[in-house]
Every structure is written in structure tokens, then in C-alpha cells.
């Protein structure tokens, strides 16, 4: 029997490369939010080189998108964010806080993968602010609160001696970071076994933020991401109330399944809605959007319930 905890829009892929109107090679990892009313999505695309640009585009309903005649975000010209942005920007994530949207995505260059953090308040002027980690980070969320006057992020540091796990830290002024410590790893000959990194920015619900995560599993065919719900304490974010044992979601769509990279569903933004769903938007194999729903009570339900050990 299919899992059916998110529930697939009946139309995905909701955006391919076909949609976007310059010349891309994929379109996927969007970072999702709803704007006065309206759903914006900033999503990844290879260039014909190989390298990542970030498109936006924009819904009434979440699921029909219409993508903007040009880029909006593409490696800096010039100054700090052009040496550590080179290679190509991706995967960025959107965090609504305090009457501004804090963009957090990965700047790729020959020193490797870091944060860089940009910020908008209307999604057209955007000011670039400081490269926020080291080489090599992936995937920071940030909080959509503060905690004790602190900012807070989840991220993932790349490790040789450990499985890539995922780590918090704390900011005064988001541009320096520090008390931080891993509060999730993967579990061997678990789905998540080889790493996990944080997913969509965490949505704040009664029993606690729950984080959508990716988790990955090499087998001999190549590795297999599908996406995991955590559940964080809602004063104390380092705390992990819970973590699903099972996934939420995994390849199985062709467009999931067979793509630029096979068997891949990414998630950089979900969409809390009023009536207790949120919609959880995902890349299909590095190559097109997706969108699914699912009850945020169930997903709670799923880490408490269900819970494996965090560490
Ligand atoms: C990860 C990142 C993601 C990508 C995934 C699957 O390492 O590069 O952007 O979706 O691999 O290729």
C-alpha cells in the first residue's frame, strides 16, 4: 500500500525547465512563501554550464506558478559574494521574520560550499549581507523567532570523521554564529544512514517547530534522498522532541524516480495554510517542482509517536 501521510497534487510537476523563459537545464529547491496573499517561489536551475542561477515564481493558489522574465538571483559581479559565489548559488531557503524575508542559499566557488544571507522585504530590491559560515556548510534554515534575544539556524557541516548531521547555532545580529551543537545525526541502516540535512524552514506549530528534513541512503544503484519530520521544543530549539522513524516522502513519481539526478526529492520551503495543512514543496530528481499536502497535526503526531532516537 502507498504511503499517503503528504498527499501529491494531482497535476506535478507543477514547474519544468518548459516554464521558465531563459535557458535552463532543470528547475528545483525552491524556498517557498506566502507574500501579501500570494505564494513566491526563488528555485535553483543549472545553466547550460553546469552552474546554479535562482529564478522566481509566483502563485495565487500555491500550485499554478508563473515564473518571472528574468533571474532574480545570480552569482554577485563583484567584491566578496563574486569570489565565494563563482561556481554558482543554490538551494536557498526563505525565512519570514520580524517584517522582512531572510534568504539563506549556498554560495558554491573553488573554496567549497558556503551560507551566504541575503534580504528583501518586497522580493525585488535585494541586499546581499554577509556570507553567514565557512567552507563547507549546507542547507541553513533560520528560525522565524528569536530565542532569548538570539537568532537561531539548523545547518549541516560537511564532516570526514562523522555522517553529515544536522547542527544548530545562535546570532546576535545574524551575521555572527556560535554556541552551536549537532542535535540530529543519521541512524545506521536507517533511510537517513549516510547523511541528513535541514530542509524547509521550520514551521511553528502547537506542540513545537516541526522541520522537514532530507535524509539520504546509498544503495548500489546511487543514493536515495526522501524527506523526515522532526519536531523541535518551541522555547528551546536545540531540543528534539521528536524525530519519525519512517520518511515522509520518497521518490516514486517518474519524475521523481529519473531525472538529472535519479531518485531525489528535495525540500527547501513548505507553506503552513490556515485550515491545519501545509503544502511541502520539493524537487523531482534535480529536475522539476513539485508540491504535496499534508495535515500538520499528523506530521507532529509522527514524531511524537513514532519517534527514533535524535542523536
Ligand atoms: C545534494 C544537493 C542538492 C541536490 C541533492 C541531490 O547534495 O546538491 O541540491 O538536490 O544533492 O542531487
Known amino acids: 500500500m502507498r504511503q499517503s501521510i503528504v498527499k501529491r497534487y494531482r497535476n506535478n510537476p507543477i514547474l519544468t525547465r518548459d516554464d521558465v523563459p531563459y535557458p535552463v537545464a532543470t528547475i528545483h529547491n525552491a524556498g517557498v512563501v506566502k507574500h501579501q496573499g500570494r505564494y513566491v517561489m526563488l528555485f535553483r536551475s543549472h545553466r547550460h554550464n553546469g552552474r546554479s542561477i535562482i529564478g522566481l515564481a509566483e502563485s495565487e493558489d500555491g500550485y499554478t506558478f508563473k515564473v518571472d522574465p528574468k533571474p532574480f538571483l545570480v552569482p554577485a559581479q563583484a567584491g566578496i559574494f563574486a569570489e565565494y559565489e563563482e561556481f554558482g548559488v543554490e538551494d536557498l531557503r526563505i525565512c519570514a521574520l520580524e517584517g522582512e524575508y531572510l534568504m539563506t542559499y549556498s554560495a558554491y566557488s573553488r573554496?567549497?560550499?558556503?551560507?551566504?544571507?541575503?534580504?528583501?522585504?518586497?522580493?525585488?530590491?535585494?541586499?546581499?549581507?554577509?556570507?553567514?559560515?565557512?567552507?563547507?556548510?549546507?542547507?541553513?534554515?533560520?528560525?522565524?523567532?528569536?530565542?532569548?534575544?538570539?537568532?537561531?539556524?539548523?545547518?549541516r557541516p560537511h564532516s570526514e570523521i562523522a555522517p553529515w548531521s544536522v547542527w544548530i547555532s545562535y546570532s546576535p545580529d545574524l551575521v555572527h554564529w556560535g554556541d552551536s551543537r549537532v542535535v540530529m545525526k543519521p541512524v545506521k541502516y536507517h533511510w537517513d544512514e549516510m547523511k541528513i540535512g535541514p530542509g524547509a524552514t521550520p514551521i511553528k506549530t502547537k506542540d513545537g517547530w516541526l522541520h522537514i528534513f532530507h535524509g539520504v541512503f546509498p544503495t548500489m544503484d546511487g543514493s536515495v534522498y526522501r524527506l523526515g519530520v522532526a519536531l523541535h521544543d518551541l522555547e528551546d530549539p536545540a531540543t528534539i522532541l521528536g524525530v519519525a522513524d519512517d520518511w515522509i516522502l520518497q521518490p516514486e513519481d517518474p519524475w521523481e524516480v529519473t531525472g538529472y539526478v535519479h531518485n531525489v526529492v528535495f525540500t527547501c520551503g513548505a507553506v503552513p495554510e490556515d485550515d491545519g495543512t501545509v503544502k511541502i514543496y520539493w524537487g523531482g530528481a534535480d529536475s522539476v517542482m513539485c508540491v504535496g499536502t499534508a495535515r500538520l497535526d499528523e506530521l507532529t503526531a509522527l514524531c511524537l509517536d513514532r519517534s527514533r532516537s535524535p542523536l
Open 111 to 155: 573554496d567549497g560550499v558556503r551560507i551566504a544571507l541575503a534580504r528583501t522585504k518586497d522580493f525585488v530590491d535585494v541586499e546581499r549581507v554577509a556570507l553567514i559560515t565557512q567552507a563547507d556548510y549546507r542547507n541553513v534554515v533560520i528560525f522565524p523567532e528569536r530565542f532569548g534575544g538570539r537568532y537561531a539556524r539548523l545547518d
